[in-house]
């Protein structure tokens, strides 16, 4: 039998191993989803691979994303009848380096020899804060040009404190609101004749109304489809800090558009993206851009503020709404903000075209396209940023 005899006590043993084996790759596992996973094994039984596949999904896997994931595990764990006593020393089956398969970068770090863990819990939170200055030179400079795609679940934990530790500082614009100062169109009569009082009705100085400087508007769209699975986390992350005390609204898409302003409130960015994932339940769907902005039009109109917002559209233009509708949003969002920038994490590749309908409607109506796909060119998006707000 594949699983092994379960009437010899191993098949416990056996989900027990495989269910560690997913929290190692990333996703959310506690002894109380394992012991519902060995009843619904026990339940279900073991003459199908695929019923007891199922099973296990159901009660393993909660969110959209891990979906994957679990299915990579799953056929690595249960291929032969050696394999789970193989992992659960943490060695790979001899089978599968003479053949290596392709799998995500989350469930091969599951797989491998893990890190000894030292006696004293505090020195190894120590040696995981300092992993970042232990790395030589050529680490990090390999991780600095990293593919956010392609990282490891140990190398994604790293990059995503690194990018909360990314400014973003945005040029400022005169605002409504004024302040006493000694330049102005208009005079502040209220501050001159209190100062008169105080030297017996003469006016010795004229105080002006000052504009009051502030940060630019900032509405960030992030799409959170399949394909943008790996980057809308670090980007959320990413700008959560980097645009801390501006003015901000966030929304996610993908089939719908998700209001993610009550997450962002948050000071804390883990609690901010706990709460950004439970409000989204169209993750790793599809993309409907035009949909979104209809609805972003219709409900929240007041995030775009006379035409000063920046628009940060974080998406790989992979749309698959009606062209028409998409086009006609574009042109609405565009005339009522300063700046539509487009972050296109395809610019990955040399050469890239957007030649996609969704992404040649986006090409045409944003006023920039940039790279965001790695955390060099997430250091560079501040100065391109400021030279292209310059121009507004």
């Not at 980057?231 to 990413?238: E, G, I, P, Q």
């Not at 609204?249 to 950004?276: E, I, K, P, V």
């Amino acid at each position: 039998m594949w699983l092994g005899d379960a009437r010899s006590g191993k098949l416990p043993d056996h989900i027990t191993a495989f269910g560690r084996a997913l929290r190692r790759s990333g996703v959310p596992m506690d002894s109380q989803r394992m012991a519902t996973a060995i009843q619904a094994a026990q339940l279900c039984g073991l003459g199908r691979r695929d019923d007891l596949r199922a099973a296990l999904q159901t009660v393993m896997v909660s969110r959209q994303s891990d979906i994957a994931v679990f299915d990579e595990m799953f056929d690595a764990f249960f291929r032969n009848p050696e394999i789970a006593q193989q992992l659960l020393s943490q060695m790979l089956p001899k089978a599968a380096k003479a053949n290596p398969v392709r799998r995500k970068a989350r469930v091969q770090e599951a797989l491998s020899v893990p890190r000894p863990r030292p006696a004293d819990p505090q020195a190894g939170r120590e040696s995981e804060l300092k992993f970042d200055a232990a790395m030589t030179a050529s680490d990090q400079q390999r991780l600095r040009h990293a593919d956010f795609a392609g990282l490891s679940a140990s190398e994604f934990r790293l990059v995503e404190q690194l990018v909360r530790q990314i400014p973003l500082p945005l040029p400022p614009v005169a605002s409504r609101r004024t302040r006493i100062g000694s330049r102005g169109a208009q005079p502040h009569w209220s501050r001159a004749l209190h100062e008169a009082r105080r030297h017996g009705g003469e006016l010795l100085t004229l105080p002006r109304r000052q504009r009051r400087e502030q940060p630019l508007p900032l509405l960030v769209l992030v799409d959170v489809s399949g394909s943008m699975e790996r980057y809308a986390r670090l980007l959320m992350a990413f700008l959560h800090q980097a645009t801390r005390g501006t003015q901000r609204h966030a929304f996610a898409f993908g089939t719908q558009l998700t209001d993610l302003r009550g997450a962002f409130r948050h000071s804390d960015t883990d609690r901010m993206l706990d709460d950004a994932n439970r409000c989204i339940d169209d993750f790793a769907g599809g993309t409907r851009l035009g949909h979104s902005l209809a609805e972003l039009r219709q409900q929240h109109p007041r995030c775009l503020v006379g035409r000063r917002t920046v628009v940060l559209l974080i998406t790989d233009g992979l749309d698959t709404g009606e062209p028409a509708a998409l086009d006609a949003e574009l042109q609405w969002l565009r005339r009522h903000s300063r700046r539509v920038l487009w972050l296109n994490p395809l610019l990955r590749f040399d050469g890239y075209q957007p030649l996609a309908q969704g992404a040649s409607l986006l090409h045409r109506h944003a006023h920039a396209m940039l790279a965001v796909h790695n955390l060099s060119h997430l250091q560079d998006l501040a100065r391109s940023m400021a030279a292209l707000l310059q121009k507004a």
